[in-house]
C-alpha cells in the first residue's frame, strides 16, 4: 500500500476520458471534491464522538467513491476499510484510520490543487 | 461506442445521490448523450420532484437513477415507496452502486428495480443501460396507449350496442305506453259520466227485481269489457243500425252514441228486451245509459291493464337477456338464451327475415356468462341480419355431444368473401361503410367465447349459406 501513488495516472485519465476530455469540467470536479471532503471526514469525526455508526459508515462509503473517481487508490481503500468497520458496528479501532486518513486526504488534495492550477 | 442498429432515446432523467461529485458526473454524461435531468440529494428530494413532475404534467421523468447509501431516505425506502405509489411503480429504476455490493444490489432488484450501474461511471455503459430502459419504457408507454384506446372503443362499440337497443325497447314499449297513459286520462271524465248515471239510477227509485236485472247485466259488462265480442265491420254495421232503430223506439235521444258499446256487450235488441223487460220507456234510457257509461269504464281499465302488462313483459324481456340482478355465472340453458335474444331483437327482425328454430329437446345447461354469452347471439344475428338486407332466413340450432352445447347461427344471405374470412374476427376489421361499425363485434364474440368459456367459434361461409358454430364445454368454467 505504501507503495501505491497518491494519485493514480489511469484513474485520473480515466476520469477525463469519461467527461470527454474536458478539464474545466475536471476542474470544476476537483473542486467540488475538495470542498466536500472536509465535511464529509468531519462528519466521520462527530459520527465517531457520538458512536453513530452509520453516519460514519456512509460518510466513509461517499468519500470511498469519489476518491476512487479522482485516482486516489489508496484514500479510497482507506474509506472502503472505514466503511466495513461502520458497518460492523465496530469503531474501536477508528480514531487511529481515520487520523491516517485525514493524513492521506491532505496528500490527496495537495496532489489534485497541483493538476487543477497545471 | 453504440451498435448503429440499436435505436437511442433521449429521456429525462432524475439523478438522485447524496454525492456532489457523482452528481455532477452523471449530469455532465446525460447531457453529454442528449439526456435531459434533474438532481436530488435523498430520497426524500426524489420523491418530490416525482410527484410533482406527475402531478403538475411537467415533464416526466423516464428513468431514476438511484444511489443506496443517502441521508435522509436511503435508496432501499425510496424505491420502496416509488413501488408503492401506482403513479411511480411503473417508472424504471436503476440502481447506482460500486462493484463490491453486489448483495445490495441484488436486493434492490428483487424489489423491482430494473437494472444498475456500476461506479466508476463508464458512459458507454451508463447510455447502454438508459437506452435498454428507455426502450421497454418506450414500449410499454405504447403498449399502454394502445390499450386505452382499445378499451375506448369497446366501451363505444358496447354505447353502440345500447343506443341501438335502447331505439328498438323505446319503440316497443311507446305504444303500449302511449295506450296505456290514453285510456288513464280518459278515465276521469268517463267516472264523472258512471257518477251522473248511477246519480239518475238512484233517482228511479227502482224495486229490487230491477236492481236485480241491472247487477247481471253489470257481469256482463265487466266479462265483455275484457272479451269484446269481435265481428266484422259490415256485421257491426248491421248491428249497430239495427240497435239505433230499437233505442229510438225506446225513447233514446242521440242513440248512436249507445250502439257501440252494446255490440261489444253482445246485446241485441232481443237481448236487451229480455234483459230489461222490468223497465218502461221512462227509466229504460237511463239504464241503457249506465250500462254504456260502466262500459267504457272497465274497456278503459282493461286497456291500461293491457299496456302496463306488455311494459312489464318486455321489462321481464329486457331481464331475461341482461341477467339483471343475477350472478355473473349462471347454468344456462343455451335455448333459453337464444330465445331472450330473439325477444330482444324482435324489432330487428319483424321485416322480411324469417327465423327458424332448430334446438335440441334436453340440452344439459352450461356454466357461463349469461349476458355475454347473449352479446355473443346478438353480434352474430345483427351481423346475420345486416348482411341479409333485411330480407331472408335466418336457422338456429343446437345440439350436444361429449360434454359440449354448439349452437349454429346460419344465413342465406350472400356469404364472406374467402380472403376475408380469416379476419373477420379480428378486432377493428368491418367491411361495413365508416361510422356503422366499430369492427369489433365477431372479435368480442371471439373473446367470450374462446377467452371468458374455454369455447371454439368457426366460421363456414360460401354464397347463401354462413353458418357461425359455436362450441362451449358444459363445464368449462
Partial sequence: ?118 | MISPTMPTYRGHILIVDDNRVNRLMLSRILEEQGHTFATAENGFQALELLRASNAEGSPAFDIVLLDILMPVMDGYETLSEIKKDPALQHLPVIMISALDEMESVIRCIEMGARDYLPKPFEPALLNARLNASLVSKRLRDLERAYLQQEVMLRQSEKLATLGKFSAGMAHELNNPAAAARRSSKQLAPALQILQEAHLAIISMELSSDQISALRALEVLVQEKAIHPKLINALQRSDLESTLEIWLEAHGLEEPWAYTSSLVNMDLTPAKLEDHLSGFDDQNLPVAIAWLDAAYTIYALVEEIVQGTSRISEIISTLKAYTYMDQAPVQAVDVNESLDNTLAVLADRLQEGVTVRRDYIGDIPRIQAYGSELNQVWTNIINNAVDALGNTGEIILRSRHANGWVTVEIEDNGPGIPPDIQPRIFDPFFTTKPPGHGTGLGLNIAHTIVVQRHNGKIVVHSNPGKTRFEVSLPVNGL
Avoid at chain 1, 41 to 62: G, I, K, N, P, Y
Avoid at chain 1, 90 to 110: F, I, R, S, T
Fill in chain 1, 1 to 118: 500500500m505504501a507503495d501505491q501513488e497518491i494519485i493514480d495516472p489511469t484513474g485520473l485519465s480515466h476520469l477525463l476520458d469519461s467527461i470527454g476530455g474536458d478539464e474545466a469540467f475536471l476542474d470544476e470536479l476537483i473542486e467540488a471534491y475538495l470542498e466536500d471532503t472536509p465535511t464529509l471526514l468531519s462528519e466521520m469525526r462527530q459520527a465517531l464522538s457520538s458512536m453513530d455508526s452509520e453516519s460514519f459508515r456512509r460518510a466513509a462509503h461517499s468519500l470511498k467513491s469519489t476518491s476512487a473517481n479522482f485516482g486516489a487508490m489508496r484514500l479510497s481503500k482507506m474509506s472502503g476499510e472505514l466503511e466495513e468497520i461502520g458497518k460492523a458496528g465496530a469503531l474501536e479501532g477508528a480514531p487511529v484510520k481515520l487520523a491516517q486518513m485525514e493524513n492521506e486526504y491532505q496528500k490527496v488534495k495537495d496532489a489534485l490543487e497541483s493538476i487543477r492550477s497545471s
